[in-house]
């Protein structure tokens, strides 16, 4: 069963004037905060869309359309930047903490090795040898590099 798709619709009473990419990007980064402040005229709803299959879905004039998966992030964000940030994230953790640490991040992606990417992948994505993925395995990284980032700012407290 394929997951439904999820956007944010927001409804804004005067549109005079203003700059369609620019409120996007600001509801974008509310959204992301946490924080959606509105206007008393306008207002926002989560629309739940069918599956969309291989609909491919353009940007128009006045308005840009996102088709993602499900689920923050990829649901406020378009994929390709996920995947950006992600593997900016990565990359950091792997400057900071040495060669030998792709090994925990593969172990922290997955509770099950059978399910778990492994460091030749997580090395080949550093490198740009990805193999193309899923945007749920990059979010596997994402929760990965959450998880000992937590655990490296809890160690430096003490």
């Not at 409120?23 to 905060?33: K, Q, T």
């Not at 609909?55 to 994929?79: M, R």
């Not at 080949?124 to 395995?137: C, S, Y």
Request: aromatic fraction near 4%; hydrophobic fraction near 40%.
């Amino acid at each position: 069963m394929q997951a439904a798709n999820n956007i944010l619709l927001v409804r804004v009473a005067s549109l005079e004037g203003v700059d369609y990419k620019e409120m996007r990007d600001d509801i974008l980064e509310s959204v992301r905060l946490g924080v959606l402040i509105l206007g008393m005229d306008d207002t926002c709803e989560v629309m739940e869309l069918p599956p969309l299959g291989d609909v491919e879905v353009e940007a128009t004039e006045k308005q840009e359309a996102f088709v993602t998966n499900s689920g923050p992030p990829s649901l406020i964000q378009g994929d390709a930047t996920v995947k950006r940030a992600i593997l900016q994230r990565l990359s950091d953790y792997r400057k900071e903490n040495g060669l030998g640490c792709l090994e925990k991040i593969a172990e922290k992606t997955a509770h099950f090795k059978a399910d778990r990417l492994s460091a030749e992948t997580l090395r080949m994505i550093i490198t740009g040898d990805a193999p193309k993925m899923d945007i749920a395995e990059w979010e596997k990284i994402g929760k990965a590099l959450d998880a000992l980032e937590v655990k490296s700012n809890d160690s430096d407290r003490a």
